[in-house]
Nanobody
């Protein structure tokens, strides 16, 4: 099993560049694909980014492509989401997720483990 804890959220101004981290505990972190999702009030949880267990080329949602960068450090059991050029519509609770797979899942139902989420609020 994997336990996930996100950090780095908060209130930021539009155009800001916060950095979210997700710390994983448990065994074999490098065997898990990692994903980032977000959920805005009244909306369904949506895919943001995913990265393979080796840290290869990540996948991004079109809405964040070119602005967000996902990376991981398997030696530190950490995955990071660097967010740039934030917009008010990026306001949401951001979750990291893990799945034991060689694939790179991009849907919520494909992930087995979830963090508690961290709030990101973008002011205009």
């Amino acid at each position: 099993q994997v336990q996930l804890v996100e950090s780095g959220g908060g209130l930021v101004q539009a155009g800001g560049s916060p950095r979210l981290s997700c710390a994983a505990s448990g065994r074999s972190f490098s065997s898990y694909a990692m994903g980032w999702f977000r959920q805005a009030p009244g909306k369904e949880r949506e895919f943001v980014a995913a990265i393979s267990r080796s840290g290869g080329i990540p996948y991004y949602a079109d809405s964040v492509k070119g602005r967000f960068t996902a990376s991981r450090d398997n030696a530190k059991n950490t995955v990071v989401l660097q967010m740039n050029s934030l917009k008010p519509e990026d306001t949401a609770v951001y979750y990291c997720a893990a799945r034991y797979t060689i694939e790179i899942p991009t849907t919520t139902r494909d992930y087995d483990y979830w963090g508690q989420g961290t709030q990101v609020t973008v002011s205009s």
